[in-house]
Antibody, heavy 120, light 110 residues
Framework: EVQLVESGGGLVQPGGSLRLSCAAS????????MHWVRQAPGKGLVWVSR????????NYADSVKGRFTISRDNAKNTLYLQMNSLRAEDTAVYYC?????????????WGRGTLVTVSS | QSALTQPASVSGSPGQSITISCTGT?????????VSWYQQHPGKAPKLMIY???KRPSGVSNRFSGSKSGNTASLTISGLQAEDEADYYC??????????FGTGTKVTVL
């Protein structure tokens, strides 16, 4: 079974940048759309972004459009989220997620998340 | 994109049935059969419970069922058990090629 492990979280000042990674085990990573979902402390889930299997199509939530960039390296089985111009409201646990099947419109596979804290 | 609307809390006694609603718009819940439901225990990652409105992943108890009518989807938990106490979120694909989650519902087993 595919497992997802996020890394790269930490403390960053407002206006700063951070790059998150999500390493996937197994040989089927390149078959699935991949997503980032975040959850602010004590708050609900918020969808952030998605990328298709070959990286040619990306979509973003309005709240991060123009600041965040999703990408993937199928040779390394790794998903990325480049976050620029970070704001206090971007503070959250960031999860990578996947439907786990081709053409799935849900999130069946989840990592454990990585915490991003934006504060001076 | 506004979050889908869910009740903040729902409670029930062991063995009872409860239903959680998830109200969206004609641009998300009402337009696609891509509604899914997630269970989240404190400090844990979410777990997929229902997908494509009413399908259950392998390993999920048949006490969980989903349905949709118009712009509102519903999750029903029958035979409520102590282990069902958790937060539940709905999600839908949207006409903007994005996704939206619900506001979340805390389920309490009395």
């Amino acid at each position: 079974e595919v497992q997802l492990v996020e890394s790269g979280g930490g403390l960053v000042q407002p206006g700063g940048s951070l790059r998150l990674s999500c390493a996937a085990s197994g040989s089927t990573f390149s078959s699935y759309w991949m997503h980032w979902v975040r959850q602010a402390p004590g708050k609900g889930l918020v969808w952030v972004s998605r990328i298709n299997t070959d990286g040619s199509t990306t979509n973003y939530a309005d709240s991060v459009k123009g600041r965040f960039t999703i990408s993937r390296d199928n040779a390394k089985n790794t998903l990325y989220l480049q976050m620029n111009s970070l704001r206090a409201e971007d503070t959250a646990v960031y999860y990578c997620a996947s439907p786990g099947v081709r053409d799935g419109y849900n999130f069946d596979l989840w990592g454990r998340g990585t915490l991003v804290t934006v504060s001076s | 994109q506004s979050a889908l609307t869910q009740p903040a809390s729902v409670s029930g006694s062991p063995g009872q049935s409860i239903t959680i609603s998830c109200t969206g718009t004609s641009s998300d819940v009402g337009d696609y059969n891509y509604v899914s439901w997630y269970q989240q225990h404190p400090g844990k990652a979410p777990k997929l419970m229902i997908y494509d409105v009413s399908k259950r992943p392998s390993g999920v108890s048949n006490r969980f069922s989903g349905s949709k009518s118009g712009n509102t989807a519903s999750l029903t938990i029958s035979g409520l058990q102590a282990e069902d106490e958790a937060d539940y979120y709905c999600s839908s694909y949207t006409s903007s090629s994005t996704y939206v989650f619900g506001t979340g519902t805390k389920v309490t087993v009395l």
